[in-house]
């Protein structure tokens, strides 16, 4: 099992299909707050449909809380700023796949305190970033294919 971390999600919709996409490969969900939206929001809710009740979710107030709480854990950083490809890494059952939020990414020092592990999707130079959700969906099935999908059919 795969562990997707949002730190400080602001877009509903986005959280949503990320929510979807871990109920349906049997990950689990971690949210870091503060969120840049209520959990009740009808555009998160619609964006997850019926998958909630399937969804193994935990909430932490801040990003030291998540960490002391999951000491121990191997964590990869997705970040446009990162200098290695996600395909050069070699992910493994219960890493932490962590993503920053939106407008933002992932705060800079936790990127350039971690190259070894601090990763990027290629893109086309002077574009901002890829949606969230379409980057957790392609790291999340690369990790998986990686680790023959862990049982999935």
């Known amino acids: 099992m795969f562990n997707i971390v949002l730190v400080e999600p602001e877009i509903p919709q986005n959280t949503g299909n990320?929510?979807?996409?871990?109920?349906?490969?049997?990950?689990?969900?971690?949210?870091?707050?503060?969120?840049?939206?209520?959990?009740?929001?009808?555009?998160?809710k619609r964006a997850?449909?019926?998958?909630?009740?399937?969804?193994?979710?935990?909430y932490y107030d801040n990003l030291d809380e998540f960490f002391k709480i999951n000491a121990g854990g191997r964590f990869y950083y997705l970040s446009k700023k990162a200098k290695k490809?996600?395909?050069?890494?070699r992910f493994q059952d219960g890493d932490f796949l962590v993503f920053g939020k939106e407008?933002?990414?992932?705060?800079?020092?936790?990127?350039?305190?971690?190259?070894?592990?601090?990763?990027?999707?290629?893109?086309?130079?002077?574009l901002r970033s890829l949606?969230?959700?379409?980057?957790?969906?392609?790291?999340?099935?690369?990790?998986?294919r990686q680790s023959d999908f862990l049982g999935l059919v």
């Not at 997850?48 to 935990?58: N, V």
């Not at 490809?85 to 890494?89: F, L, V």
């Open 103 to 126: 407008t933002k990414g992932l705060p800079e020092h936790i990127v350039f305190d971690n190259p070894d592990t601090a990763l990027r999707i290629p893109m086309k130079d002077g």
């Open 18 to 44: 990320i929510s979807r996409t871990c109920a349906c490969t049997a990950s689990r969900l971690h949210i870091v707050k503060p969120m840049g939206f209520e959990i009740t929001d009808a555009k998160l």
């Open 131 to 144: 949606n969230l959700s379409n980057t957790v969906a392609l790291v999340l099935y690369e990790a998986l």
């Open 85 to 89: 490809k996600y395909t050069d890494a």
């Open 48 to 58: 997850g449909l019926d998958y909630w009740d399937k969804l193994d979710l935990t």
